[in-house]
């Protein structure tokens, strides 16, 4: 027992000693105190899940204060003002993160998508063409490029994204559908048909299946 409580009184004299005495020592004691980073963004990040968003991006601003150049704390700001309605916040913490990371291609999609929701659709294209630069496989960005090309009256390159699209993933529904909205709005029916009964064929209990069989229907005549 007074082995055991001697240990202890050298182990306490020691740190005692350490703090006292020896400044350089005594700081990397205290750093090695604070809270890491990860801990404080999954803190923030678990309030945000818990929709508890005031008390989330408090957590998010002190885990800022401690460490302001860390991008993920950034991207963990501007979840929460997403999702709080703050667009224009979250836009300014996304668009901060990416000059710390130009690389990372969901930043550059949150942007694209908060540019879009702006009305900034030629922002939102560039930043949509960044992501897909970083990674080309991403038929999700692929397919809302080609929207917003739509949107930019560029219907060349909105088709050239949809066709990218579907050999990315022939699975996913939405290229299907843009292509034969491209085609009906330039009345080649023989077109309209062939991607739409391709829609129905590959997932005939959609939302939208019986609309789509309305629009199937006119253009059948002109392709028989």
Not at 141 to 157: S, T
Not at 169 to 188: E, H, S, T, V, W
Not at 201 to 220: C, H, M, N, Q, T
Request: no cysteine; aromatic share 8%.
């Amino acid at each position: 027992m007074a082995a055991k409580k001697n240990d202890l009184m050298m182990k306490t004299f020691g740190v005692i000693f350490g703090l006292i005495f020896l400044t350089g020592s005594g700081y990397q004691i205290v750093k090695m105190l604070e809270v890491p980073p990860e801990q404080m963004i999954a803190q923030a990040e678990t309030l945000l899940l818990e929709n508890k968003l005031e008390q989330a991006l408090a957590a998010a601003e002190k885990a800022e204060s401690k460490h302001p150049k860390d991008e993920r704390i950034l991207v963990v700001q501007g979840n929460i003002y997403q999702k709080m309605g703050k667009h224009s916040e979250a836009l300014q913490h996304f668009e901060a993160a990416l000059k710390i990371n130009p690389n990372n291609s969901v930043l550059h999609e949150n942007v694209a998508i908060l540019y879009a929701n702006q009305n900034k659709l030629k922002e939102a294209a560039e930043h949509f063409e960044s992501a897909l630069k970083l990674e080309p496989q991403n038929v999700q960005a692929q397919n809302n490029l080609g929207v917003l090309y739509i949107e930019l009256k560029d219907l060349k390159k909105a088709q050239a994204a949809f066709e990218k699209a579907l050999k990315l993933d022939p699975n996913f529904p939405d290229p299907y559908r843009n292509l034969g909205a491209i085609y009906q709005q330039q009345g080649k029916q023989k077109e309209v048909y062939l991607y739409l009964s391709q829609y129905l064929k590959r997932f005939p209990k959609a939302p939208d299946a019986e609309a789509i069989r309305k629009v199937l229907r006119k253009s059948i005549p002109s392709n028989k």
